[in-house]
């Protein structure tokens, strides 16, 4: 197909390109609150093709009630969402592309062999964070664009290109997009995959459990009660949860993984002295959603969990543990495996990889659930970078990793929004 | 005995003064670093009565290298030691009153139901951080020396007054003293002993634990490594060898103690991401030193136990736990019971309180262990105010019982410095 070899000709032509403008776009950190530098080199990157980009900060008042909406911050000043569409010429299905720019921190920097903000390359590897999740992914997809564009390809369905916020901390960004309008026949997200399609995506959730105990001075330890001794047990009860809520799940995409929808208990803090008795801990996590879970019936699992632990003991009987969710909220999503954009997904991979595609269910949530949920848009993930690279130290990409995936993408765009007959 | 009258009747008459002062002594935050104001009040009540205190802020370059000495901060710049010398009229036995102004922080506010540092006076007791753990017993030694020194007592030994800083994290307030040559026959410590007589106080040390995990996304989080779970390991550990430790205390005086000398396990904190598995735990605590033990002893005991947690675990194995002793510290002591100060003191006891002195071992470590094992000075502990209220919210002190202890304080210093036949 000539349009094929065309595209493909223009993307090799571009690599370079392509590179120097996602070093650019990881030179700029934008962690959550600090997103406006790389959303400006988007927008310019668009406006240079011809398109008129719609930038707009989520607005905080507008979304509060939605059931959708987790405020992860109180405004969204300096943080906004660029949305840009290329109109096709009618009577073709659309696509919405959708990545987002927000990174989450570095980290101890101590860890990183490579500056976590520079975008070294090295052996045909970007470094920084962000490369990889997923302004790599999101390069592939404006790569594609601007071949299809570029080339003077002309297609029927709307392309909807969207770069958005806030999706590390539970979506305001892409919730914003769906709420503003923004809706297609499908929609992809190119959240590092490393090329396997994300079928199913997992949900999660924050949670802040606050444990009670009592103060005393650390030399008569025994007149006070351990909040961190309290909060051990509800560690341990929650690990329990874990195994109880896995043992249930018997999806075969899940089938390899050790711990289908885990329940992280990643921040801890407590007690104020050291020879104090610590009369509160707080315990921060992330509970996964399966994909066909609702958000509120996980919820209730982890309350009912907590009372338990509460009724269980003498002390936090009269103090019962308490449970928040907060920030970060992904809603899980599905795609069928015959749904029509599922079939030019998979189809269009072996075109480009010479390989069968590999369908997974994703150990953790995207924008996708919101997109499937809210907008009702069918929606796939699958993007070049490897997973296990994401939020680490020394997250990097393989470059023609990017490259390739835009050759992929430019396909599926074209399969799905049909070309002009011209 | 003419001069007990005397005393008895100036206390009397100058309760009110007394208790105002305490409460302008409540009302000076003096937690570590703060403790400037609350000693311009000591300055300021030592001056109107004749003496000439001695006002110096300890010295971390001159400190440094002490076995004794542990830096609690870099510079002690605004916490000023307060000393004054009542000088004996010669040929009779000095004693040494000495009580630190420094206080723990307050806590979380809500629990407390009077103002932390407003000094309130409900039903006889004054409430605030600090009122028992010791400015009572502070404002009862010096109601006591007003009283000698108003009434025109004249002793033969000195009376040395020291109003410290620094005790809660260590001692370098006291230590400081010592070094600078203030010696005495005998010392007197009225922490909140609630009126018992501590001849054995238990000594502590501060200790921080850093555990190493492994970071990794939260939805996969077994590629990962908690550090809070290896955390929970530690903890187990050090609650056994608190267990191990106290099995082997049979002294009488801690018949009555459940746990004769504790390990509390007082801060705990990690991970900086709800969803990131925690790569780095810290653990603060205090271990309590019998008075026979040695200091490094416990600190190699406790070192062993975590080398030997560090063996038994996987990942532990190559990424050991660390431990530092820091901050606090505070050294065991003791004192016969047939020693010479230690009968004056008993003896006092009966006539004023007209019931026989409860003679135990602390559950907490003071300053009187540098006085005895640096100073090499006898030293006993009794004072006013409850242990069980200290580092607590809503801390109080009965007001009639720091009047009680002022009175009794007044005629042990009469009895053990000896007035002149004049």
């Not at 406006?36 to 719609?54: A, F, H, I, M, N």
């Not at 249930?248 to 208990?265: C, G, K, S």
Request: glycine content about 10%; hydrophobic content about 40%; aromatic content about 8%.
């Amino acid at each position: 197909m000539k349009i094929h070899e065309t595209l493909d000709a223009y993307i090799d032509a571009h690599t370079s390109e392509a590179t120097a403008f996602l070093q650019s776009l990881i030179q700029e950190k934008s962690v959550q609150g600090n997103e406006l530098g790389v959303q400006q080199l988007v927008t310019r990157k668009l406006e240079s093709l011809g398109l008129r980009p719609d930038v707009w900060e989520p607005n905080a008042h507008e979304l509060d009630g939605h059931p959708y909406y987790i405020p992860s911050r109180p405004a969204y000043k300096g943080s906004p969402n660029v949305v840009a569409v290329w109109k096709g010429t009618g009577g073709g299905k659309s696509i919405i592309l959708n990545g987002h720019v927000d990174v989450v921190p570095e980290g101890d920097t101590a860890k990183w062999t490579q500056p976590p903000f520079g975008g070294t390359i090295v052996d045909g590897k970007m470094y920084g964070r962000g490369t990889t999740d997923m302004k790599g992914g999101n390069v592939s997809l404006m790569l594609a664009l601007e071949s299809l564009i570029r080339t003077g390809v002309r297609l029927k369905g709307d392309v909807i290109f969207e770069s958005v916020v806030e999706e590390e901390s539970g979506g305001t960004g892409t919730l914003a997009t769906v709420l503003r309008g923004y809706k297609a026949d499908a929609a992809l997200i190119p959240e590092p995959t490393n090329m396997k399609l994300f079928v199913k995506q997992q949900g999660s959730m924050w949670f802040r459990i606050t444990v009670e105990g009592r103060s005393a001075h650390g030399g008569t330890r025994y007149e006070g009660v351990s909040a961190i001794e309290k909060a051990i047990l509800v560690h341990q009860a929650v690990l329990e949860l874990e195994k109880k809520r896995n043992s249930r799940i018997n999806d075969p995409l899940y089938a390899h993984i050790p711990i289908p929808v885990p329940i992280n208990m990643g921040k801890i803090q407590g007690g104020s002295w050291p020879s104090s008795v610590a009369d509160l801990v707080t315990v921060e996590g992330r509970i996964g959603v399966a994909p066909h879970e609702s958000m509120q019936a996980v919820k209730d699992e982890l309350k009912e969990t907590l009372e338990r632990v509460s009724a269980g003991d003498p002390w936090l009987k009269d103090h019962p543990v308490r449970l928040e969710f907060f920030g970060g909220q992904w809603v899980p999503n599905q795609l069928a495996t015959d749904h029509p954009f599922t079939e030019v997904v998979v189809s269009t991979f072996e075109e480009i990889y010479h390989r069968p595609i590999a369908v997974e269910a994703s150990p953790w949530g995207t924008d996708g659930g919101l997109l499937g949920r809210v907008g009702e848009i069918p929606t796939l993930v699958i993007g070049p970078g490897e997973t296990r690279v994401a939020h680490y130290p020394d997250e990097f990409i393989q470059l023609s990793e990017v490259v390739l995936a835009a050759r992929y993408f430019a396909r599926i765009i074209a399969a799905w929004c049909e070309p002009t007959a011209s």
